[in-house]
């Protein structure tokens, strides 16, 4: 029900603005991907590297405690019949608290991970954001909607500004 509310009042307010901009003049519209844009400029490739490089020492840090849960559990079970009750059960809390361990490391990984590529993302958005408002102020585009988002269909390959902004986004980066 809130879903249509909104989509009711996207729909008026666009219409409104369609309705006064179509007395003035033009209407002109433009779509960009914004996937494509945070994965293709300069700054977004940056992040998906440092990302990269975080993956993989998180990777490595998990590969060495998995190993050691590995050589605990070959270690129980090549002693099982050798070992007294008590000191099975040792072994067996020890590798149950080092399996706790473990999974605890794999979810503060990936939380640290999701976090990192969220700030990330969150403010690489922002900018391109920026870019796209005065581009399309500056281009006078009466509207430039997100291609993924927008449901959108069909739209003409002219219409699609990603390579402009991407090149624009870049450029305004290096600065």
């Known amino acids: 029900m809130k879903k249509i ?10 219409t409104g ?3 006064l901009k179509a007395n003035a003049g033009e209407l002109k519209f433009g779509f960009i991907d914004l996937n494509r844009a945070l994965n293709e400029s300069d700054e977004g490739k940056k992040a998906v590297t440092a990302l990269e490089s975080l993956v993989k020492s998180k990777q490595n840090l998990i590969a060495e405690k998995e190993a050691e849960l590995t050589k605990l559990k070959n270690e129980i079970a090549s002693q099982t019949a050798i070992l007294n009750s008590d000191a099975l059960k ?14 605890r490391m794999v979810q503060d ?12 993302m969150k403010d690489i958005i922002i900018d391109i954001k920026k870019v796209i408002a005065k581009f399309g102020k500056d281009e006078g585009y009466t509207a430039i909607f997100e291609k993924l ?11 699609d500004l990603t390579n402009k902004i991407i090149e624009i986004f870049n450029g ?3 600065k």
């Open 5 to 14: 509310a909104i989509l009711v009042i996207i729909s008026l307010f666009f």
């Open 17 to 19: 603005a369609f309705a």
């Open 90 to 103: 040792k072994k067996q809390d020890q590798h149950n608290d080092l399996l706790k361990v473990y999974q």
């Open 109 to 120: 990984s990936k939380d640290e991970i999701q976090k990192k590529q969220a700030d990330f």
């Open 149 to 159: 988002a927008s449901g959108l269909l069909y739209m003409p390959e002219s219409t």
């Open 172 to 174: 305004s980066s290096k």
